[in-house]
């Protein structure tokens, strides 16, 4: 597949904690470019600053130095007001813990996004395209763990974001249930064309996508390209 268009792009991204007296390095000067629909896994054991690559990405997170570009613009250089509406209008974030309204059903958790985006889906839409037609109604008590994560995925997609980040997505899930969430996040990946970012610690997923990143003491220490794809039922564990 040929990506022509970069959508996000890091330059010399450092971020910087500090712990008492003590700095702690969680990123370290870190560059990457990712292109238009393309879909990168990114691997490395806790700690070794994937949560914070995906945040700053997202603008949940501040770099400490470095540049951070969308669409030839500096995130980092935004204010608050800024870069709350490159988050509302242009990222999805999907993440471990699935964040639903339990008062509302999957429809009306879905289309609490919807009312606010600037070009929205249909909230039936996003749920048929991860494979929920059936659940429309239903509360997140009545869904399955794997379920919840996928109306949270649809609620994400249902804005068409730029950019889709998830961050271990499919960390509380058995394999059965993390399959189907991945074919979802396949499916939702083919279907909007969102550059998509998927943090896991498990090795095995990296088979499915375009590349995958290896992360270790906030550097990307290694870079693979899968000449080919693998389905997610193929994944192995």
């Not at 870190?30 to 990114?42: C, R």
């Not at 429809?107 to 839409?125: C, D, F, Q, S, W």
Request: charge should be negative; hydrophobic fraction near 40%.
């Amino acid at each position: 597949m040929s990506h022509a268009t970069t959508v996000i792009e890091a330059r010399g991204l450092t971020k910087t904690y500090r712990n008492g007296a003590a700095e702690v390095r969680a990123l370290q000067d870190v560059d990457f470019a990712a292109q238009q629909g393309e879909f990168v896994v990114v691997l490395g054991p806790s700690g070794s600053g994937k949560s914070t690559f995906l945040n700053i990405l997202g603008g949940i997170d501040r770099a400490t130095s470095g540049a951070v570009l969308f669409a030839g613009q500096d995130i980092t250089t935004f204010n608050e007001q800024a870069l709350t509406r490159y988050r509302r209008d242009h990222v999805g974030f999907v993440f471990q813990f699935y964040n639903l309204v339990p008062s509302l059903t999957a429809l009306e958790n879905v289309a609490l996004v919807t009312e606010i985006a600037a070009n929205p889906m249909r909230p039936e839409e996003a749920l048929d395209i991860v494979g929920l037609s059936a659940r429309h109604g239903h509360f997140p008590a009545q869904l399955s763990g794997g379920e919840q994560q996928r109306v949270a995925i649809a609620r994400a997609i249902a804005k068409r974001p730029d950019l889709l980040f998830c961050d271990e997505p499919t960390g509380a899930l058995d394999s059965a249930t993390g399959v189907l969430v991945l074919e979802a996040l396949v499916e939702a990946n083919r279907s909007t064309g969102a550059t998509t970012l998927i943090i896991t610690h498990n090795a095995g997923i990296q088979q499915i996508a375009d590349r995958t990143l290896r992360f270790a003491d906030g550097r990307i220490v290694d870079e693979l390209r899968n000449a080919t794809r693998k389905r997610p039922d193929q994944v192995s564990w």
